[in-house]
């Protein structure tokens, strides 16, 4: 049996099991009283980064907690930084506090300044009401939530920055106790309005670059200046106080670019740069956004060549004390995605509130060759139905309950494995978790997110 300890000498065996399906942190000394078990507790928790596996270390207890090794390796280190969107932190200054929502992610505009090559959005961005830009109306009926979400994202399909009232909505967010940052191309970062975004309190910033050099940035991000956006990547870094807002860089592997993935942390590293998050081009509408993406239902040799380069890459950005993040090249399905919509919502720039992204727009896609249609699953509209309205709807419990569900089963199945056959192939325990737990919903069962990519 692998497990990574908080304190004490191993345990022979293993007594209560406690899942922790959020962020929380259960009182120890109660679960004792409760259990009546002086055993040592395995905690199966869905998230485990540093902080909170510090926060469980520091209870009374705490020598008798025991974090299974397979949830550190299949949940750490992806969930250190979580990459979706942008890859932002998961707790912030609201720490372990419980809210209801983990995660909002706000669409501040469909609407787009570039023409990137790879990018579904754009075609999809044509002909939007309020000129794809989300109204002041919409975010009125998102503000009295605000005390009960913990992080805000203010990334969708289009420009954050085209939206006007960004930096006052950032505020608001900030007033409120939340977590905020945005993903953007970063034309539009100028001096002036990067000051009023400081001045509101921003946690994190991550630009997009999928090339490292003018030529190439400007033949994939069409209609963008690349000098201008180092400069405005720059800035970031000479304006911010201390190490906050967390600057980050998104880089789109393609078959355009993956020879610059060192490039790229070193111009990072220049700019002054926290983070680089290597994305797949995962991204596919009908046509739009296909043929770029570099992974593949099985590895190829042109995989693992792939592989080794970005691994390269990542050790030097280590060495230039830049932190990274990846993705998978082939499948790996995952109880739940990263968006996990079991606490979080995405709030289109129309109102339409849903799972995901991907969800909010669906249409014909490719999901690891095939061409299959990606469902658009609504939970309702803003401002017409309230937010907690939304979130009571049936088709929003259907999907959290069934997240809830792969999640449970999956982790009863690797816990039974391991009491059962503790020296069993772990291999074939965690295949045999995949296989217990139940469908994904629709929609989810064709969207790489799920399968870690
Ligand atoms: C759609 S953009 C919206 C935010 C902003 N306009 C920007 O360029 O960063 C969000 C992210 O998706 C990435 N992206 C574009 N096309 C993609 C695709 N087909 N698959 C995966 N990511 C894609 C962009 O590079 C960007 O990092
Ligand atoms: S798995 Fe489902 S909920 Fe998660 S990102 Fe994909 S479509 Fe959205």
New binding site residues.
């Given amino acids: 049996m692998s497990t990574a300890r908080c304190g004490g000498s191993p345990p022979a065996c293993f007594g209560s099991v406690l899942h922790v399906t959020d962020h929380s942190i259960p009182d120890l000394s109660a679960f004792h009283r409760a259990t009546r078990t002086p055993q040592p507790v395995v905690v199966l928790a869905f998230k485990i980064d540093d902080g909170y596996h510090n926060a469980w270390c520091s209870q009374p207890f705490a020598n008798g907690v025991y974090f299974t090794l397979e949830f550190i390796m299949k949940n750490f280190f992806s969930r250190l930084f979580p990459p979706k969107a942008g890859g932002q932190p998961e707790s912030g200054r609201n720490g372990t506090r419980k809210r209801r929502w983990r995660l909002l992610q706000v669409e501040p505009a469909l609407a ?1 300044n570039l023409r ?1 090559v ?4 754009r075609e999809i961005a044509q002909n939007l009401e309020n000129h794809g830009l989300m109204s002041q109306e919409i975010w009125e009926a998102i503000r009295p939530y605000l005390p009960e979400i913990q992080s805000v994202d203010f ?1 969708g ?3 954050p920055l085209l939206q006007p009232h960004l930096p006052e909505w950032i505020a608001e967010a900030q007033s409120a106790g939340c977590e905020t940052g945005f ?3 970063g034309l539009l970062l100028t001096k002036e309005k990067l000051q009023q975004i400081l001045d509101a309190g921003v946690d994190w910033i991550c630009i ?1 670059m ?1 090339g490292a050099d003018a030529q190439l940035y400007e033949k994939i991000r069409i209609g963008s200046n690349f000098k201008r956006v180092c400069e405005n990547v720059a800035n970031i870094a000479a304006m911010r106080t201390g190490s906050v807002p967390r600057i980050m860089i ?1 880089f ?1 592997l393609m078959d355009l670019n993956c020879h610059q993935v060192e490039d790229i942390v070193r111009l990072g590293s220049r700019l002054g740069v926290d983070q680089i998050n290597f ?1 797949q ?4 509408r009908g046509e739009r ?1 296909k043929g ?1 993406g570099l992974f593949g239902a099985r590895e190829t040799r042109d995989i693992r060549r792939l592989k080794k380069s970005l691994e390269k890459a990542r050790r030097l950005a280590k060495k230039l004390n830049v932190a990274t993040t990846a993705f998978a090249f082939t499948p790996e399905e995952r109880s739940v995605c990263d968006q996990d919509p079991r606490d979080s919502l995405f709030i289109r720039y129309d109102g339409v509130a849903a799972p995901c992204i991907n969800l909010a727009i669906g249409g014909p896609t490719t999901f690891l060759g095939k061409e299959v249609e990606i469902p658009n699953i609504h939970y309702g509209r803003l401002p017409d139905s309230d937010l907690m309205a939304l979130w009571q709807t049936e088709t929003c419990k259907f999907y959290r309950q069934q997240f809830e569900q792969r999640l449970k089963a999956y982790d009863q199945a690797v816990v039974n494995g391991m009491l059962n056959n503790p020296g069993g192939n772990r291999l074939r325990a965690l295949e045999a978790a995949t296989a217990a737990m139940p469908e994904p919903p629709r929609g989810c069962n064709v969207c790489h997110y799920l399968y870690d990519i």
């Fill in positions: 787009c990137c790879m990018c579904p959005w990334t399909g289009g420009e993903l953007s191309n997009s999928d998104n789109v994305k081009c995962e991204v596919i956004g770029h």
